[in-house]
């Protein structure tokens, strides 16, 4: 925006401002309606689906063998020994407790909706009973004991007889129908023998899903869990409903201490920047109506809410500060300096006179930042992921109604105030931050005598920091691990709060590591599914199936069965399966087995009709049998670890799937849950990677062809990104020092460091440029932009960082990251501002033999 429009534009303001106030209430009651009339989508899973073999293969797995959508709950007892009398019993009536609790009785599956190993048991000692009654099997009983069946017949044995009968059940020799009894203990279980120190429970529940989740199953999984501490001294719940649950408490304790002291921090930096009641409260102002047009333009265009959302509100306040501090000091220069700002008679303006001169030589540099900015977070929206177009979408206009509230609204409120306030007999005239004398002064002059007498020194300084924090940056963790984001205990100090604020213990971390060490886990997420085609009755088929192949250390995720085997279902171990309950399946793949394996070496289709005629449900789980007879597909489903990263699991599964293309005449494709998270996840972060690059190149060709019209000088805009860059940086080698990593959270997070940087960059440039024409030395002009320009980045930089800092305290891991990152990003942006770029201006102007100091 060239001076004069500037300078045209401020005169409009200025003269109409009772207009421009109440035009744009007007406009923010209309725009900001559409939080509440819009279409605001509460989705926060479909926003990130990506289209790829992964994805085509599960949907193919859902339409073939069906998609089983129960919500698994996984009870965990522990203590010397869970395999009792006693204790099994307990487990047995916590199971009625939990059928007969009008909360969670209505979740469950109507077919085998609570399982574990005290059921085969009691089942085992309820079958024993009918055949002993009187010799012969009663009648008119159904087949399948009922709960208080399976109670009554523990209840009618001695711990030893109890104990007998475990050990019968357990004995691997044993035939079992159904569920392998091992599958409830842990990995490390010595079969055979009648000792566990923990065993598992599966809930199955049937979802109803409500506004994209299952509300009333995941409360039933908190009810369990009062439950269970109700009936044992060591036992937890695990579920998506206990993770969602801690979170939320997680997430409000946090708050319960931050937000005091966040507001607290917020107010005083203000407080301290601005030195005046009123000027924070007129800030403040436009902060709220900027966080208002944010909510209705996100309703009015209908975009869903997502984590990645979480961070354009953050981004929007903390440059609707920078913006306010800007507008409100400029202000003040020229309320209390000569110059621009004299009147004819060589006095200070009135307030009217005074935002003219103010917002005139600042909107220039308010639009540029603001579309510089804004076209970087739109450069996003070329993105083939739903969720980075919103955060595009979204960002860009926040950034716009941004400028539209502080190059307008604030400004002409200010004016008001002011007026209201001289008539009123209140003619005030402060001084802007950072140009009384004073320490803060002292610093900012400081930093610019620096740069003026060894720019060369701070410059490599500079660039060699960044340099060790762009080679640390390479060993960044770019993995997204879903248990990351779980609830941490708090730190001691916090422990030691007086209530209210003391938060409570979070043990859902520890616990999902203790299940996926000890447990094959059950529910989304918990396994690998590896869907085949080709020719599935070849013998190298079954022998790739087989779960022996991937022994060894090689597939670190995959979960292993108490006897040392992994964790798989495929046709292999459906036909040893079923092979070991019938006898025809069983003398048909002795017949076929020439090597002692288990399995047919010839004549694997007829083996696998015979399955299927024995075991029609196992069968089909594992083999899709045409209508004329022919096999079409197979799947192979792998147990994983739920406390590792998607990536790691993924890369597991498809080294998996090459293992069996490598041996088997078959395509094999590796997805599930898991394969499909770290598919969305790599997607994302090379999408908002490129979008970093992308961002940066439109900034820097916008400032180039800015700079060339304004300036004739093209050159400034790569002074200006320079510094961005080397924060940036730095940025990146200290998450790397803290161990945050760099995946598709922290990438959007870390976005604040661009957005913030270039606009921190292009307020002290504009600045200097301005003074280097009015000023008679370099070092003057140097001196003159760091403390008023300087003075007001100061101000922002400490609100923003103390506001959102503090959230590095929070118990939610997420919220952690963010306050720390972003405290961080705006701190690296500050320094690179006051140090880098007056180097670079220094320099520049010592090139291109302008005055020297």
Sequence with gaps: MSRGLSRRYADALVSRSKLVVLLLVVATVLVGAGAAFGTDGADDTGATGVD???????????????????????????????????????SLRLQRSIRENDSVGPTLRTEAGVVGIENVVATAAYVEDRRTSNGTDRTGEPSEPTLDQQIAALESRSPGEVETLVARVLDPDTPTAGREPTSFLPTDYDPGTTRADARVTFVFQSPEVSDGTPERAYAAQVAIDSLVEERFEDGFVFGQG???????????DSFLVIAPAALVLLLLALGLAYRDVVDVLVGLFGVGVVLVWLQGVQGWLGIPSSSILIAVPFLLVGL?????????MRYREARTAAGDGATADGGVPDPAGAMRVGIGGVVGTLATAAFTTGVGFLSNYGSPLASIQDFA????AGIVAMFVVFAALVPAVKVEVERLLVRLGRDREQRAFGVDSGPVNRLLSGSAALSRRLPAVVLAVALLMAAGGAYGATALDTEFNQADFLPEDAPEWMESLPEPFAPAEYDVREDLSY?????????EGS???????????????LEATDGGSLRGGRYTTVTLEPDGTPAVESPASVVRAVAARNETVAAAVADRDSDGDGLPDSDVGEIYDLVYAAAPEQASSVLHRTADGSYSSARMTVGVRGDVSSQSVARDGRRIADGVEATAPVTAVATGAPVITAVVQSALFKTLAQGFVVTLGVILTFLLGLYWWRHRTPGLAFVVVL?????????????????????????VITGLAIGLGVDYSIHLTERFVEERERQPSLGSTLATAATGTGGALLGSAATTAAGFGVLALALSPPLHRFGLVTGLSIVFAFVSCLTVLPSLLVLRDRVSHWTGP
């Design 723 to 747: 510094p961005v860059i080397v924060a940036l940086a730095w940025l990146l080698g200290a998450m790397a020092l803290l161990d945050i990593p760099f995946n598709s959270e922290t990438v």
């Design 527 to 541: 396994t690998v599914q590896v869907l085949l085609h080709g020719n599935l009755t070849e013998p190298s088929v």
């Design 52 to 90: 790829s073999a992964e994805q085509a293969a599960l949907d193919e797995i859902r339409s073939t063998y069906g998609d089983d959508d129960a919500l698994v709950t996984q009870v965990v007892v522990r203590d010397e020994n869970v395999l009792t009398r006693d204790s099994l019993l307990q």
């Design 515 to 523: 299940l996926s060490e000890n447990f094959r886990q059950r529910g």
């Design 393 to 396: 979408l979204l960002s860009a």
């Design 242 to 252: 206990i993770v969602d649950e801690a979170s939320s408490r997680a997430i409000g």
């Design 320 to 328: 609707s500060i920078d913006y306010s501090l800007h507008v409100v």
